[in-house]
Each structure stands twice: as structure tokens, then as C-alpha cells.
């Protein structure tokens, strides 16, 4: 199985500020169609997981543009532009190269 | 608007079967993606377990952790699928979501509102 690892776990934010999530995963997610195949989910307290991007680098539909993924092969990057107070919750990476689909530890975000 | 709706019991007994369904509105079952079962524990974290999916007949994969307890059935007529757990321990207490797959980009696109499930006597 891919093992997917995250830093920090957790990440204390002012609002208006930028924030940044590391995932590295324990094998390259870069496909032969030239796709990276990870995800970065959301999860909101008392919620469901939601996705926020997918393929690496792009958004899901209705998510804000100060969310913005980057990196390739293992090393992977979510970067938030300037953090608001909705944004608070749990995120996760998670490999959707191949099944068993596995995910990261989270990295819990609140508002210091 | 894709809507997936979870049902079924929150307290199950030691050794006993884990059964929950997830019923599809917006969407078929027999559709081109994959209808999926994820848990969430504070041990384990988010935990794929399984999925169904149908191109030309029906596929089934599993996790090879739950693999020997677990099955994974689509309902055509209910347009739903279900999950049954078998032989269950306290270690699998958690929130259990179903999940449609995206099978093109590769993403989980749908989620239920999750099912705390208790194993506990």
C-alpha cells in the first residue's frame, strides 16, 4: 500500500494570513497519462470529508481561489493565500493513483 | 445534485454482522463510476474499505485488511448499495461513509453524512 504522510498535523492560523500543507506519499503518484493522482479533502467539523482539489493542482468546482495545490511524483503542496475563518477543519491528502485509496493523517487547522 | 443518503443500526454486538445501506439519488448504481465504502476511526484515520462498480458486469475490490469479513453488494432495484461487515470488534467502531468515485479524474466527488457505528455488547 501507499503510505501518505502529512506535516504539520497541526497548523495554528491568523486569518488574513497564508498557510501551507506539506504530503509526501511512500511512491511516486505521477501516472503514464502524466497526471499526478492526488486529492486534498476538507473536513469541516461535524462534517463529511469534501474534496478541494484533485490531479495535484486543480480545483474543485465552488472552491475559492486562495486554495491552490502544486508539486509531483512524491512531494505535494497545499497552499492556502490568505486563511479565513471558515477554513478552519481537518485536511487530508490522499493517493487516488491506485486501490487501497490511502490518506493521510490529517493536518488540523484552527485560528490561533 | 447527486444525494447519498446512509442507513442502518449504530450499535452492533461483538462478533456479530455490521450492515449499513447508502441509497442513490441523482445518480445509478449501474452508472460509469464506483460506489464506495470508507471509515474513519481516531486509530485508524480515513480508511478505504472497499468498492462495487459495473462496466458490463459487476466488479468488486476490497481491502485486503477487512477482505475475509467483507462484502459489498449494489441494489438495482433499490438504486442503492450496501456493506456488510462481519464477525465485528470494538476496532471497528467508527464513522462509516459511503462515496461515489469520480472515475475519470479519480476523486471522491459525493459523500454520505456518515454512520457512527458502536461495537460494543
Known amino acids: 500500500d501507499i503510505v501518505m504522510t502529512q506535516s504539520p498535523l497541526s497548523l495554528p492560523v491568523t486569518p488574513g494570513e497564508p498557510a501551507s500543507i506539506s504530503c509526501r506519499s511512500s511512491?511516486?503518484?505521477?501516472?503514464?497519462?502524466?497526471?499526478?493522482?492526488l486529492d486534498w479533502y476538507l473536513q469541516k467539523p461535524g462534517q463529511s470529508p469534501h474534496l478541494l482539489i484533485y490531479?495535484?493542482?486543480n480545483r474543485a468546482s465552488g472552491v475559492p481561489d486562495r486554495f491552490s495545490g502544486s508539486g509531483s511524483g512524491t512531494d505535494f503542496t497545499l497552499k492556502i493565500s490568505r486563511v479565513e475563518a471558515e477554513d478552519v477543519g481537518v485536511y487530508y491528502c490522499m493517493q487516488a493513483l491506485q486501490t487501497p485509496h490511502t490518506f493521510g493523517p490529517g493536518t488540523k487547522v484552527d485560528i490561533k | 445534485q447527486v444525494q447519498l443518503q446512509q442507513s442502518g443500526p449504530g450499535l452492533v454486538q461483538p462478533s456479530q454482522t455490521l450492515s449499513l445501506t447508502c441509497a442513490i439519488s441523482g445518480d445509478s448504481v449501474s452508472s460509469d463510476t464506483a460506489w464506495n465504502w470508507i471509515r474513519q476511526s481516531p486509530s485508524r484515520g480515513l480508511e478505504w474499505l472497499g468498492r462495487t462498480y459495473y462496466r458490463s458486469k459487476w466488479y468488486y475490490d476490497y481491502a485486503v485488511s477487512v477482505k475475509s469479513r467483507i462484502t459489498i453488494n449494489p441494489d438495482t432495484s433499490k438504486n442503492q448499495f450496501s456493506l456488510q461487515l462481519n464477525s465485528v470488534t470494538p476496532e471497528d467502531s467508527a464513522v462509516y461513509y459511503c462515496?461515489?468515485?469520480?472515475?475519470?479524474?479519480?476523486?471522491?466527488?459525493?459523500w454520505g453524512q456518515g454512520t457512527l457505528v458502536t461495537v460494543s455488547s
Open positions: 511512491q511516486s503518484l505521477l501516472d503514464g497519462d502524466g497526471h499526478n493522482y
Open positions: 462515496a461515489r468515485w469520480h472515475h475519470y479524474d479519480r476523486y471522491f466527488d459525493h
Open positions: 490531479l495535484g493542482s
